[in-house]
């Protein structure tokens, strides 16, 4: 009787099993799910793109501060502007690395899902050039970088190698080639594209034009592969006018705010960053005033003549604008910013500045927020939409200035000096209508700022020190002068640093690598002459 209840008992179950398998998969299948076979990839493009493009946290603590283009006496920069461990030291120095793996995961599912499909032929090219855009910025702070297995989690790569940079490089160079070259205008037009909405032409140009910024960092140490491919991209047609820009516009209404404007519009005068002493200065020094009425304004709390409208907060006057030292703080010691040589005020230059104790970085100039921070017309930052701009037209004219002066063959350094000078002042209107410079005072600018044989590669590449700094692209230019050593800038000296006092060259590894892919992590480190440290070489970087 018990052989027989346990025999039915089985039967029962097998038969409710039957039962319930029998529509097992409909029933456990979403709807609503999507897949591989009905996901549209250029839904991935325009992820790419903000993603890459939110830079406010990733380079405004190291590289705007490490480069002086600005400066802070705020202790959360401190991290950048003393190179002291101030803050989420530790978060900041895998920001780069974060985001930017974060962005190729997307271009990576991007060219898996159009491998082979001719209808997304151009956009399977575009993700590779996104690939380049993205990983270069990363190689560059660190060094040795995942490249090869970058993102190949699906096919169980899930501590990908570190490819040393000179591979990489290389790699690049030729990614960007077959991919910009095989762009057909006669084909798809990506459908979700924040740069060109869908423009293959433009697409072209910017492929050939980061061609050249990615060759042109070999100038130190391969000059043969850096001349073969800039003369190969100027062939190729580069950008031809601020039009083709590539930047991405954030729209804080739909929940894309910009992190630039999140992490510098603060309604303390002690926390707001400064454009640099050394930025600012330089622009005065070559009567540059029409940019920097443009890009400076006086700051908040100024404790300057109140009855004086030229002195009030906001105004954008060029011969008002003072840049701030880098390395001083509020702490009353030496290094407080009142004690600073020039420190506005002290001097009879300026008698309208009076000392406030009160608001002492208010005497700084900061960046102006109505151009900036803002797309509305208010001076005040009321919606965090903004633009960030990622590599321009005035930046490849005067990488190609610098070719041409090294006897390559990509047309007249002079040409590519003055178009670059002229689009540099008129591209400032495309952040804001209210930084438009008249194109006729530009151009008199420009005529009276001539490109001089004897002393060409300095006004070039500091002409790119402005071009980056003003268009807050300070990943390029940090980087550039890693590459050519201009400016001249003097390493900031501080108790507690980072450093043996010098500026930093590269950014340490993120710590969570030494866990969670320490082989390859260990194999990178080796390749690095001084360690993972911050005053490190990387590869271009002699």
């Known amino acids: 009787m018990k052989k027989r209840l346990i025999y039915s008992g089985l039967c029962l179950a097998a038969a409710l099993v039957s039962g319930c398998t029998k529509d097992f998969t409909k029933i456990n299948t979403n709807p609503n799910a999507t897949s591989a076979a009905v996901f549209n990839p250029n839904f991935l493009l325009a992820q790419a793109q903000i993603q890459y493009s939110q830079t406010g946290y990733d380079q405004l603590l190291y590289q705007s501060m490490w480069s002086q283009s600005l400066a802070s006496t705020y202790d959360y920069y401190g991290n950048g502007d003393k190179y002291i461990y101030k803050g989420s030291f530790n978060d900041y120095k895998a920001r780069v690395y974060n985001s930017g793996y974060s962005a190729e995961t997307l271009v990576q599912e991007m060219k898996n899902l159009t491998d082979g499909k001719a209808e997304y032929a151009n956009l399977n090219k575009i993700a590779t050039i996104m690939k380049v855009f993205i990983l270069q910025r990363v190689t560059d702070a660190y060094g040795d970088v995942p490249y090869s297995e970058a993102g190949m989690a699906k096919k169980g790569i899930f501590t990908p190698k570190f490819d040393k940079q000179q591979d990489i490089y290389n790699a690049m160079l030729a990614d960007l080639d077959g991919a910009t070259s095989g762009l057909d205008a006669s084909k798809d037009k990506p459908s979700s594209d924040l740069f060109y909405t869908g423009d293959i032409t433009k697409w072209k140009k910017l492929g050939y034009s980061l061609m050249v ?270 590459r050519t050593g201009i400016p001249v800038l003097t390493p900031v000296k501080y108790v507690g640093q980072f450093t043996d006092g010098s500026i930093p060259r590269r950014i340490i590894y993120p710590l969570n690598l030494i866990t969670t892919n320490g082989t390859n992590y260990k194999a990178a480190v080796a390749n690095l002459s001084g360690g993972d440290t911050f005053t490190s070489r990387i590869w271009w970087d002699k």
């Open 213 to 482: 910024r990615v060759a042109m960092r070999l100038t130190k140490v391969d000059a043969a592969t850096a001349q073969k491919y800039v003369e190969k991209a100027y062939a190729g047609g580069t950008m031809t006018s601020i039009a083709d820009n590539a930047k991405v516009k954030t729209d804080n209404a739909n929940g894309n705010s910009n992190s630039t404007i999140n992490a510098l519009t603060v309604p303390d005068d002690f926390r707001e960053v400064r454009w640099s002493k050394t930025l600012i200065d330089y622009m005065q020094s070559t009567n540059d005033t029409l940019r920097i009425s443009a890009i400076a304004e006086v700051s908040s709390g100024t404790g300057k003549a109140a009855n004086s409208d030229e002195t009030k907060p906001g105004n954008d006057t060029a011969k008002y604008q003072h840049g701030m030292p880098n390395g001083y703080d509020l702490n009353g010691g030496a290094t407080d910013i009142s004690k600073a040589p020039g420190y506005p005020g002290t001097s009879p230059a300026d008698p309208s500045v009076a000392n406030d104790a009160a608001a002492p970085d208010g005497k700084y100039s900061r960046p102006r927020l109505q151009v900036y921070y803002t797309s509305s017309t208010s001076t005040s930052p009321v919606d965090k939409s903004g633009i960030n701009m990622l590599l321009t037209y005035g930046e490849t004219e005067l990488l190609l200035a610098e070719a041409a002066v090294r006897g390559w063959n990509t047309g007249t350094a002079s040409v590519h000096y003055a178009n670059a000078l002229l689009a540099n002042q008129l591209e400032l209107a495309q952040f804001n209508a209210a930084a438009t410079i008249d194109a006729a005072k530009a151009a008199a600018y420009v005529a009276a700022h001539p490109l001089v044989p004897a002393t060409a590669l300095q006004q070039i590449n500091m002409e790119y020190y402005v071009e980056t700094s003003s268009t807050f692209i300070h990943n390029e230019t940090w980087a550039n002068w890693r």
